[in-house]
């Protein structure tokens, strides 16, 4: 080798160390790169499982919807018997368990069906994240909603609902949603009043839906939402996803501020009915009443939510008070 390529490869690596990267600047480049990932990733993962979660929530409500559709009727399923006495060993209640295995199994694919002692084999868990705190799963209907045991309206004298406290049952579908059912086989057809009525009979069966089963983050509004069955007969399907804001006010304003709540909306007549008896889920949902897009001439449906019932009635487009903006999403 000539002294001149000597001196070119002695050169070259020369050269070659100036253009690398010590290990300090590796170890700081990889560093960087770590935060920026951690801080970043989260944010990623959390909208690309609410993407998921609106894709299978929408899907679920568009079976029960073509499932329930099918069914002749809602009501009239299973036995429902009075205990002869506390604790009385002849006490009989089949009604949520029938519903499902008579009912529902027929016009939707189940895969595991379970009576209210044993709601956990079907992945149910037994306790529900809220934006408020943490709420125990209801075991019929009257941890649920009491007022769907006995229900009255001093305004209506001809108006009130009791019926014997059923409890609930679960299942799982072949998609791997975990359900759980409060059954009320003696629900009635819509509504016989136009301006007021106890909404409580209307509501043949109330679901909890958890779409990933036990696993997390088991929170309303994310993979936790709930469904409404109403109407014996030609029933409806609700499944409204409520915005935790409120405002007091006209029903024009009520309109307009839950448009601004990212796209959200005033529930209509049923998906109020579903807020009100799934109360138990919605911390700040209004104690007294609230407004719905269902509007007969001049006057706007709102639900009442009193010491005794939830009433649905009408009040004029003028008036305001103590009639919030409860808004939904689909």
Known sequence: MTPTESRAIIGLRAHGRRIAFTMAEILLSLTIIGVVAAITLPSLTGNINERTWNTQRKALYARFSQAIALMPSLNGYGTLTEDSSSGASDAVDTAAETFITDGLAKVLKINNICDSDHLEDCGIVSSINTTGSAVDLPLDWLELNSKMINASYAGLSLDSHSMINAKAAAFETQNGESLVVYYNPSCRGAEERLTAYIVSPLICANFIYDLNGSK???????????????????????????????????????????????????????????????????????????????????????????????????????????????????
């Open 216 to 330: 997390g983050p088991n929170t309303v509004g994310k993979d936790v939402g709930f469904i409404t069955a109403l109407y014996s007969f030609d029933s409806n399907v609700v499944s409204p996803m409520p915005v935790y804001q409120t405002k007091t006010g006209y029903y024009d304003d009520a309109v307009k501020f839950c448009r601004e709540q990212d796209d959200a909306r005033l529930p209509n007549k049923e998906e109020a009915i579903s807020l009100w008896v799934n109360k138990k889920f919605i911390p700040n949902i209004s104690t007294m009443q609230f407004y719905t897009s269902s509007s007969p001439g001049s006057a706007n449906r709102i639900i009442q939510l009193n010491g005794n019932a939830g009433v649905m009635g009408s009040v004029f487009k003028d008036e305001t008070g103590d009639i919030s903006a409860q808004c939904v999403k689909r």
